[in-house]
């Protein structure tokens, strides 16, 4: 299963190809600044995406709307993974 290392913790959880980055985040209690429950309509839960970036499912609708994401930024809540990731929590 893809592995997520979170920073700076460095803490480290294996998902399944079903398990957002929000999902585990909260899994390592790791806070993400989710405000929607993970509806995709806050737009707060960004991570950035350290390494791995191909790892993750392409940007949703909702991530293409919103202008102010960095160029390796995600909203954590859209980001599935088909491989190993480190990602930053902000
Ligand atoms: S939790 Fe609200 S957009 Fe991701």
């Known amino acids: 299963m893809p592995k997520v290392t979170f920073m700076p913790s460095g803490k480290v959880i ?5 398990t957002t980055l929000r999902e585990a985040a909260h899994l390592l209690d790791i806070s993400v ?4 429950g993970g509806m995709g309509a806050c737009c707060n839960c960004i991570v950035t995406i350290m390494e791995g970036a191909a790892n993750i499912c392409p940007k949703s ?3 293409e709307a919103v202008f102010y994401l960095a ?3 995600r909203l954590s809540c859209q980001c599935r993974l088909i ?8």
């Open 14 to 18: 294996e998902i399944d190809g079903e």
């Open 33 to 36: 600044h989710d405000r929607c």
């Open 61 to 63: 609708v909702v991530e």
């Open 71 to 73: 160029e390796h930024d």
């Open 83 to 90: 491989g190993d990731v480190v990602v930053k929590a902000i």
